[in-house]
């Protein structure tokens, strides 16, 4: 009855030519099992054998019908990557207060809450996510950048340093220095800022700041104006976003003379 439930809710939002696939194997079936259970004797062994590989294409097209079908993380996960941070936050929600916990829903909804500068509920939500695996290394910078925007930089340089010895990609060493620079500790800062030049993952925003804090430090060349301005307009949304805060204003700094840095070319 369950089965019949599920196919009964799904079909109609299957492809037309997969209905109709399945409406041809459903018909050979029954006849294949027709011959098999009443034709002539010779036949009947046949028949049976095509009836099971007729039942085992139906059950293939099933599946391909429902390839669409996604978990309520994975469309959240869409909307995040979209920037539909809003969105995402309301699958989650509604999808953890009915199911158990998953540290990946919780540090997915914990950055969704930072994006929509919910600071509280961000910080909330990433702490019961350590607390069911504080080994969680996406957990751990998740907290760490978090700490970052509200700018409790020991906080973010502590959580950011064992994210890197769990296992997150190097390319975080970019917050890490960002927590070093804005604390003040210049040599830490152009340490983590130097094991990323050869990095090719950054973003053009991350790409564009790494240019700055390597000029800032060490006085290599400025960026180029095409950097700068494919950079830019992000900077300019994230100091929106973070607005209020110290890293909200340490962007809007940025962007001051990166703006006059322009001007210039």
Same mark, same amino acid.
């Given at each position: ?12 939002? &299957? ?19 027709? %011959? ?7 036949? +009947? ?16 097209? !099933?599946? &391909? ?23 995402? /936050? ?21 950055? #969704?809450? +930072? ?15 350590? $607390? ?12 760490? /950048? ?8 020991? $906080? ?5 340093? %064992?994210?890197?010895? %769990? ?12 927590? #070093? ?10 340490? #983590? !800022?130097?094991?990323?030049? $050869? ?25 180029? $104006? ?14 929106? /976003? ?18 006059? &840095?322009?001007?210039?070319?």
């Amino acid at each position: 009855m369950m089965l019949w439930r599920d196919f009964a809710r799904r079909a109609p939002e &299957w492809d037309a030519s997969v209905k109709a696939s399945l409406a041809l194997a459903l018909l050979l079936f029954l006849c294949m099992l027709a %011959l098999g259970l009443g034709g002539p004797p010779e036949v +009947r062994l046949p028949a049976r054998i095509g009836a099971f590989g007729v039942l085992v294409a139906g059950q293939l097209l !099933f599946l &391909w019908g429902n390839r669409r079908e996604v978990s309520p993380y994975h469309q959240a996960q869409q909307h995040f990557i979209a920037g539909e941070f809003q969105a995402a /936050k309301s699958i989650l929600e509604s999808a953890l207060a009915t199911s158990r916990e998953s540290v990946d829903a919780l540090v997915l909804l914990g950055n #969704c809450y +930072r994006h929509l500068a919910q600071y509280d509920q961000s910080r909330t939500v990433l702490e019961r996510a350590l $607390a069911l695996n504080p080994r969680h290394h996406l957990a751990n910078f998740s907290l760490g /950048k978090l700490c970052l925007i509200r700018g409790d930089y020991s $906080a973010a340089r502590e959580a950011i340093t %064992l994210a890197l010895q %769990l296992g997150a990609p190097d390319i975080v060493r970019f917050e890490l220095g960002q927590a #070093c620079f804005l604390a003040g500790d210049e040599e830490s800062a152009r340490r #983590c !800022f130097n094991a990323l030049l $050869a990095d090719s993952r950054a973003e053009q925003e991350q790409s564009l700041l790494l240019a700055y804090y390597r000029h800032y430090l060490d006085d290599v060349e400025l960026p180029d $104006a095409s950097l700068i301005s494919a950079g830019l307009e992000q900077c300019r949304e994230d100091a929106a /976003k973070y607005a209020g805060t110290s890293y909200g204003a340490h962007l809007s700094q940025v962007i001051q003379r990166l703006e006059d &840095w322009l001007a210039l070319e």
